[in-house]
């Protein structure tokens, strides 16, 4: 029997997850190559909802870029493809991926359940995404990181703070906090 992960309601199986990681993958080949965006149809119709995504280039064990959406403003699929798009091209904190390098360039896929409210001593690092929100600043960190780096709790609401150019201590008092989980699967 095949093994599903449930998201927002909806299952994802392994075959899905498959096809949207080679959309993405098409993707980032025909846009760093040829300039343009594949037209694809996918066969699973869940990859057709609606979806809120991130996508995470990484090249060894660098970040090579990470950019996405917290609600969904597309078919999934199709926000999958402009997110890659997105972290190869317009990620300000590292130069655009070339074509030579694009099939080095792993691919890590994190679809987003809505955002919530959250009190601090909620967050559960490794399960919680989080984004903080003061005045114009605002910051995000997929639930993964949290586990990448062995954060605690603390730790976690501090690094989001700084990640929104925030002091570390920002999340204490008149912020917006909100936290996600996320589906997340790569090549």
């Not at 899905?16 to 846009?31: C, G, M, P, S, T």
């Not at 037209?39 to 060894?60: D, Y």
Request: proline share 7%; net charge negative; aromatic share 6%.
């Amino acid at each position: 029997m095949e093994e599903k992960t449930e998201i927002r309601g909806a299952c994802f199986s392994s075959e899905e997850k498959q096809e949207l990681l080679r959309i993405a993958r098409d993707a980032l080949v025909a846009y760093v190559t040829e300039g343009q965006m594949p037209a694809e149809t996918p066969a699973h119709p869940a990859l057709s909802a609606p979806g809120a995504a991130f996508v995470t280039l990484r090249s060894g064990d660098r970040l090579r870029g990470c950019i996405g959406y917290t609600e969904p403003h597309a078919p999934l699929y199709r926000t999958v493809q402009e997110c890659i798009v997105a972290a190869a091209t317009e990620d300000p904190r590292f130069p655009r991926v070339m074509a030579e390098e694009a099939g080095g360039v792993r691919i890590e896929i994190s679809v987003l359940t809505p955002l919530l409210t959250v009190r601090p001593e909620d967050v559960q690092p490794g399960v919680h995404g989080l984004m903080i929100q003061k005045g114009a600043k605002r910051g995000l960190l997929l639930p993964q990181v949290a586990v990448e780096h062995g954060w605690d709790r603390e730790t976690l609401l501090a690094q989001v703070c700084v990640k929104a150019g925030l002091p570390a201590d920002a999340w204490r008092e008149d912020a917006e906090l909100y936290s996600f989980t996320a589906e997340v699967f790569g090549e």
